[in-house]
């Protein structure tokens, strides 16, 4: 992105995707390390009998808790960082309108980026830290919500007095705001130091979790192969099939995880296959959302497939998107443009 960059598109012209992908990218350079050199300390310990984690040999169980989080919470924005820019190419297009506030997703993209990296410990309150830590932690992790906020804001401004084309990327755009929104605020709750003493290893966290990562980087993931699969594959897909599949997953999906949060709160706790009378009500719910969910995903997949196997070519363009892979034939040939484009205008460029 520092070099490769088309002629005339300066950093302010970039789509907003990319910038996302730059953020991811620094995320992966810092972070991943960590991972690795706690991997090398957990070998050294257990062939060469140095105590950095076991309290048998002098070591600390809460270091390793430590190493972990260090690079597993800023894992968790490797998945969302990228989906967030998913999001923020499909709206525009289907808004017909330029972007709201570039330079402020810029921003917010780079801040959960940076700030990403100093809320690991709230995933260790109960593990015995400080005080002083543990309200630091919880600061910090109520302050990443921000930018979060910040993209939400600025792609329901996109749409506003917008030319709305209802399409199916659309759909699970809109979906994903939806879940992530619900995501962000449980995300609150496990945040704050006295409700996370009461949810902390319970179904609540599974329900966050998964409004995070699965509700959030999941959705944008079949929002962006609706939305690029034309360009992909010269296809077309069943408009109509592509919207009744994203339904029935969308309430599969919140029939799944929507009830852990009940039973989080009521005291169930994570990672058990049993549980007492009280709590088959709402597993029971779960479950058959699972299916509901299961058999959305089959209809859109075969949907999906079938569209490969239809005669006849999709326009090059049919989401009349204005970003530069729009701009060539579908699919794209080897090295996509003949001649080197010349970028004259920003990414969004919708009068």
Known sequence: MHRLRAPGMGWKRMPLFCWTLYGTGCIQLLATPIVGITFLMVMAERLLGIGFFDPAIGGDPILYQHLFW??????????????MGVIT??????ARKTIFGYTALIVSSMAIAFVGYFVWGHHMFTSGMSSTSRWVFSLLTFLVAIPSAIKVFNWTATMYK???NIQ???????AFIFVFMIGGFSGLVVGSLATDIHVHDTAFVVAHFHYIVFGGTGFAFFGALHYWYPKMFARMYNIRTANIGLLIFFIGF?????????????????????YIPMFEPANFLSTIGSWIMATGLIIILVNLARARKMTGKAVDDPWEGKTLEWQIQSPPTVENFETIPTVTTGPYDYK
């Open 168 to 174: 199916p990327p659309f759909l699970w755009a809109i």
């Open 254 to 274: 919140n029939l799944l995880y929507f009830p852990m949060f009940y039973l989080g709160l009521m005291g169930m706790p994570r990672r058990y296959y049993d």
């Open 89 to 94: 190419e499909i709206i525009p297009t289907f």
């Open 162 to 164: 917008g030319s709305i």
């Open 70 to 83: 260090i690079y597993s919470h800023p894992a968790v924005y490797i998945m969302i960082l990228p989906a």
